[in-house]
């Protein structure tokens, strides 16, 4: 794993743990459910990541594009289908997506070189 990645995974893991110690019932309500809103059910796992990352381009939140593409390429994601759900979020999301579709493509290169 590039070190870029391995710093990613670790600020998230280390900031996530700190925010739950805090012990906000409110903060980590939702992160439960956050949680708890990927695991399978009537749509398996990836389905949902799916979903959640073509939502996040919509959206244009960097990290929440790099932690869905990690994911989904964890789950076993081909590049072809990334980069149909690439397509549904700069159709969705329009031009201003690009942007965050090249730093997504840029992340795929770079799980698929490690």
Not at 14 to 34: S, V, Y
Not at 48 to 54: N, P, R, S, W
Not at 62 to 83: M, N, P, S, W
Not at 88 to 97: C, D, F
Request: contains cysteine; neutral net charge; glycine residues 6%.
């Amino acid at each position: 794993m590039s070190e870029r990645l391995t710093e990613f995974r670790e600020f998230r893991e280390r900031m996530n743990q700190r925010i739950l110690d805090a012990k906000n019932t409110g903060i980590n309500r939702f992160f439960t459910l956050d949680t708890k809103a990927y695991e399978t059910g009537a749509l398996n796992a990836s389905t949902k990541e799916f979903a959640g990352l073509a939502a996040s381009l919509v959206l244009r939140c960097d990290d929440c594009i790099a932690y869905h593409v990690i994911r989904c390429k964890e789950l076993g994601a081909t590049d072809a289908q990334l980069f149909e759900l690439f397509n549904v979020g700069l159709v969705v999301g329009g031009s201003i997506v690009i942007p965050h579709l090249r730093r997504a493509v840029a992340l795929v290169d770079e799980l698929n070189k490690a």
